[in-house]
């Protein structure tokens, strides 16, 4: 073999190690972002409500592509000051879910904090909610205000979501849950854009829906049929978009502002097999 040959060789093993280091790489960061990864909470800022008080609007980002987390109330999911439990969700799918749910807090909230915290696979990470008061004289800077309700470029307000009762359901047997909605039409679109879907948003086992996004009844209802995979209380979370949610992400899912959608829970307790009460 000459020098020539010898070099082409090296050259040849070189290349084929830098792939395999290459795509070994690949791989383990596609593991890692599949599964093992924390759960960021997210402050989407603040809107002032007709009544005086203000909401508080949440989200979050599961950063693991193939894995919903499970995450109950308590050490490594609460808020502070307490009480812990202000409706955040328990049960965090993957991914980017922008203004998932709302705490009310008092008009004269002022420049106070609520910071809300969750632990996951051995990672802690905090949102800190604040109206930014400046300076204690009622005056809130504009910094983390949002337009949830409307937005202001189209007047497009976001539908109204009516949730139905309670109930409680033996297991294994499913439970309809309902829900109602009503929207102003706007932007218009052919054919109407508006649909909701349904998805676990608190509780011990698995979910399942025959269809996570029934057709609308023409009375605006959405009806779906879930399964539960244990006995034990549950929260199922509607959420209602417009159309807006959809075409403000590019088909990406997570929308680049914050109107208009609206989301909605019922609670369903399914009793184990025996249970009467």
């Known amino acids: 073999m000459t020098s020539r040959q010898v070099l082409l060789a090296l050259a040849?093993?070189?290349?084929?190690a830098a792939d395999g280091l290459a795509q070994s790489v690949a791989d383990l960061l596609h593991v890692r972002r599949s599964t093992g990864q924390e759960v960021v909470p997210v402050f989407e800022g603040w809107e002032p409500n007709a009544d005086g008080t203000f909401s508080l609007y949440f989200g979050y980002q599961n950063r693991n592509?193939?894995?919903?987390?499970?995450v109950?109330?308590?050490?490594?999911?609460?808020?502070?000051?307490?009480?812990?439990?202000?409706?955040?969700?328990?049960?965090?799918?993957?991914?980017?879910?922008?203004?998932?749910?709302?705490?009310?807090?008092?008009?004269?909230?002022?420049?106070?904090?609520?910071v809300w915290t969750l632990s996951v696979n051995g990672r802690t990470e905090r949102a800190v909610a604040s109206l930014a008061d400046t300076?204690?004289?009622?005056?809130?800077?504009?910094?983390?205000?949002?337009?949830?309700?409307e937005w202001p470029p189209t007047g497009n307000r976001a539908p109204t979501l009516t949730p139905g009762s309670a109930q409680t359901v033996a297991f294994p047997r499913p439970a309809t849950?309902?829900?109602?909605?009503?929207?102003?039409?706007?932007?218009?679109?052919?054919?109407?854009?508006?649909?909701?879907?349904?998805?676990?948003?608190?509780?011990?086992?698995?979910?399942?829906?025959?269809?996570?996004?029934p057709p609308l009844a023409a009375d605006g209802a959405s009806r779906?049929?879930?399964?539960?995979?244990?006995?034990g209380v549950y929260v199922l979370q509607a959420l209602?978009?417009?159309g807006s949610m959809l075409t403000a992400s590019s088909g990406s899912g997570v929308p680049g502002y914050t109107c208009c959608w609206t989301t909605a829970t019922v609670q369903v307790t399914v009793t184990s097999e025996g249970d009467r009460r």
């Open 12 to 16: 040849l093993c070189a290349a084929a």
């Open 65 to 70: 592509w193939e894995q919903d987390v499970d």
């Open 72 to 114: 109950p109330v308590g050490p490594d999911n609460f808020f502070e000051p307490g009480p812990r439990d202000r409706g955040q969700p328990t049960h965090f799918l993957r991914r980017r879910h922008k203004i998932n749910f709302a705490v009310v807090v008092p008009g004269d909230f002022g420049d106070r904090e609520l």
């Open 135 to 149: 300076g204690g004289r009622g005056q809130y800077s504009p910094q983390y205000q949002i337009s949830k309700s």
């Open 177 to 213: 849950v309902v829900a109602t909605v009503r929207d102003d039409g706007v932007p218009r679109r052919s054919p109407p854009a508006l649909t909701v879907s349904w998805r676990k948003y608190r509780g011990p086992g698995d979910v399942t829906f025959d269809d996570a996004a």
């Open 224 to 231: 779906a049929v879930a399964r539960f995979g244990a006995p």
């Open 240 to 242: 209602a978009d417009d």
